[in-house]
């Protein structure tokens, strides 16, 4: 008797009544199962609204006894032809899950794991209800992490695959439970008696089996190898390289090499490659089977016998099953086909149960071009970076819209120039508008190449007004003020502009060269310092005119020489002094005037010396000599001296014009001339002419001894 005659199939959705025609189910690991069933009901009018997008439950049984559950959610539904007493209808039964297909979004994750990401993903879908996540080694936190305009689902099942997850879904009358894992074996094992191998004929089957199993080799990749970029880590390649263990029948130089891994961490590297090489190789060593036994399912591994080779009768995990049924029916416009039988069949792929299985990577969405951002940051910042100059940047697309610190990653500024501790530095301010390019196209890693102006950012200077203006222009940070680099570039009015809001510094550690074609201006408000190290040279063509306020002083640690190639002019207002250190010599090639309005005085220290090539002659109302010892008065026919003896006049002659008078006062000598008579008495001509051709005294003192 065929194992199939009390084989029939039942589905359940709102609250019609359906009989199951036929039906094709396709599921696998990793994939959302697709069941198209064609029903009849006795109701010709159902009530779309009770079935789709509801919950349906099909069932296989053996007699009374349920085989296996497929429960989902109607996707499809479709009213067909009205017989005499029954309507043809169709439903497709998808899982929840493959509602994510119909959403797609562009949304930012931070310093989340894939867990994580994943578990936010199916709370927005409202699927944590009856999801499991079996995981049996930790996995890295993300630090930025980008939904790229993909589908809910597709982004949720990269990220899955890139850190080798998989999933598949555990189906009762009640649901249908959604369960991600990183390992094949938490599957389990299938219950009830193994698998049997039959390929006997239908009609000589006892029971359900599989009548062909296939078993396959196929030569795929060997070995994996990847590497990656971390600016962290520049000179460091990131390469990670795993071999296949399984390699017996196939060589081994196989080599995949892809790049970039999608890895920043050595860790993370290992496992994403090793995962993505047992992705590549999932279909390495499998079995195509055929049969009737309706107890399969994806991810869950059952023990074959009765192959008659016996390596084969072992642990077999299916990974892919399709699914095809057909039941009678009472169909009395259709009395042809209408008393047929019911017949069940699936063709399966197995994989070794003891095989680390992955899903094949999928590709990751590739963003064309930069896109426009806005720079932000804390409230009361107006600069916010981190210690490599990178900022963090509110996108138009992101709908979460913190519009703060929080808003994306920091994300890397691209300069004109970066060396080792040299090169340019800006960055972007908060609210300002740049351009966010991703390095190899991958949303995860964004860089601001670029920014422009805006409405709410306009230009320092009124366009089109200032084009020939080019200008580097900031903002004084917290405050009012700006620095600035200008050039004007309109013909006749060429300039460069700088202006420095407080300090300017200039350091050139060689030679400098200014060059200035016309006129030269410079003022400062405040002090000036100038230090030159060794020598300084002023040259001016023309005149100079120096104007200082208040006080100027000069020093000179050794010579001071001045030129003068004719007139020097030296005002003073007020007083002036000089010192000398050492000695001080002047000479004029023509003649010397001093003009005093006051009085002069000289104080020497040492010898005063006078000499004059023809004559000396003062002019004055008073002349006063004063001598603390002596005083000589030399000529060459005598000479006067004064000291403290008293006065003695020496000459060879000594001639008076005009009436000689001695006026003694107290204790003092009287002056007598020999020769010549007293001015009080009558003088004898005789005795001074006498005295004269003696050559006596002329004027003997009184009291003095006699010659």
């Not at 089957?205 to 880590?233: C, I, M, W």
């Not at 008293?646 to 020999?674: C, H, K």
Request: aromatic residues 8%; charged residues 25%; contains cysteine.
């Amino acid at each position: 008797m065929s194992a199939q005659s009390d084989l029939r199939f039942t589905f359940t959705a709102g609250s019609d009544t359906f009989e199951v025609v036929e039906f094709h189910l396709v599921e696998g690991l990793s994939e959302t199962f697709r069941l198209d069933v064609q029903l009849s009901s006795t109701n010709p009018a159902v009530d779309f609204g009770e079935v789709l997008d509801r919950p349906a439950l099909f069932t296989i049984w053996q007699g009374e006894k349920p085989v296996r559950y497929v429960h989902g959610s109607i996707s499809t539904f479709q009213q067909g032809e009205t017989g005499f007493r029954r309507t043809r209808y169709r439903a497709i039964v998808e899982p929840r899950l493959a509602r994510l297909k119909l959403c797609s979004d562009w949304r930012i994750f931070q310093t989340l794991s894939v867990t994580d990401v994943v578990t936010t993903m199916l709370e927005k879908h409202a699927l944590t209800l009856d999801y499991e996540q079996r995981v049996t080694h930790p996995h890295a936190t993300r630090e930025y992490c980008v939904q790229a305009g993909d589908t809910d689902y597709d982004f949720v099942e990269r990220l899955a695959r890139e850190e080798g997850f998989f999933y598949g879904f555990l189906h009762s009358t009640e649901g249908h439970r959604l369960v991600h894992c990183d390992r094949l074996f938490i599957f389990g094992k299938q219950q009830g008696n193994p698998v049997e191998y039959n390929p006997t004929p239908g009609g000589d089957r006892p029971g359900p089996a599989l009548h062909r199993f296939t078993y396959v080799e196929n030569v795929r990749s060997a070995r994996q190898v990847q590497r990656d970029y971390s600016f962290k880590h520049p000179q460091y390649n990131h390469q990670t390289r795993i071999e296949a263990s399984d390699l017996k029948h196939q060589a081994r130089s196989y080599e995949r090499y892809d790049y970039p891994g999608r890895y920043k961490e050595d860790d993370a590297g290992k496992a994403f490659t090793r995962d993505r090489l047992r992705g590549l190789r999932g279909d390495a060593c499998q079995v195509i089977a055929e049969g009737d036994d309706a107890r399969l399912v994806p991810g869950i591994y059952f023990d074959l016998i009765g192959h008659p080779r016996e390596d084969l009768n072992r642990g077999w995990r299916p990974i892919h099953l399709e699914h095809r049924g057909k039941q009678h029916v009472s169909q009395g416009e259709d009395s042809a086909g209408a008393e047929t039988g019911t017949h069940y069949n699936n063709i399966a792929t197995l994989v070794p149960d003891d095989t680390e299985w992955r899903p094949e990577p999928l590709p990751k969405p590739c963003i064309d071009g930069p896109q426009a951002a806005r720079v932000v940051g804390p409230p009361g910042e107006e600069i916010y970076c981190d210690e490599y100059g990178r900022v963090k940047v509110q996108f138009p697309w992101d709908r979460e819209d913190n519009d703060n610190e929080h808003s994306s990653c920091w994300i890397r500024v691209s300069q004109d120039i970066a060396g080792a501790l040299w090169g340019h530095m800006a960055i972007p301010r908060i609210g300002q508008q740049v351009f966010v390019s991703y390095v190899d196209g991958d949303a995860d890693q964004p860089i601001v190449t670029g920014r422009a102006y805006n409405a709410l950012q306009r230009p320092p200077y009124e366009l089109p007004r200032h084009k020939t203006k080019m200008t580097i222009k900031s903002e004084t940070h917290k405050g009012n003020g700006f620095n600035e680099l200008c050039f004007e570039d309109e013909a006749g009015l060429e300039e460069v502009f700088i202006h420095a809001q407080r300090d300017r510094n200039n350091i050139v550690r060689n030679d400098e060269t200014t060059f200035v074609g016309h006129d030269r201006s410079e003022q400062v408000d405040n002090d000036e310092t100038l230090t030159v190290g060794h020598d300084r040279k002023d040259t001016v063509g023309n005149d100079e005119h120096v104007l200082i306020g208040r006080n100027r002083r000069h020093e000179i640690g050794q010579k001071d020489e001045l030129i003068i190639g004719r007139h020097h002019t030296i005002t003073t207002t007020r007083d002036r002094t000089e010192e000398v250190g050492g000695n001080r010599r002047d000479t004029m090639a023509a003649n010397h005037r001093v003009e005093i309005g006051g009085h002069l005085q000289q104080r020497v220290q040492g010898a005063v010396s006078l000499q004059a090539g023809q004559r000396i002659v003062q002019h004055t109302k008073v002349f006063e000599i004063h001598c603390a010892d002596v005083l000589d008065i030399k000529g060459p026919g005598g000479s006067l001296r004064i000291d403290a003896a008293g006065i003695t006049l020496d000459g060879i002659t000594l001639q008076q014009q005009g009436p000689l008078r001695a006026y003694p006062r107290g204790n003092s000598n009287s002056i007598v001339m020999s020769g010549v008579a007293d001015v009080s008495e009558p003088v004898c001509v005789g005795c001074l002419l006498k005295a004269i051709a003696e050559g006596s005294n002329l004027i003997p003192m009184e009291g003095a001894p006699a010659a």
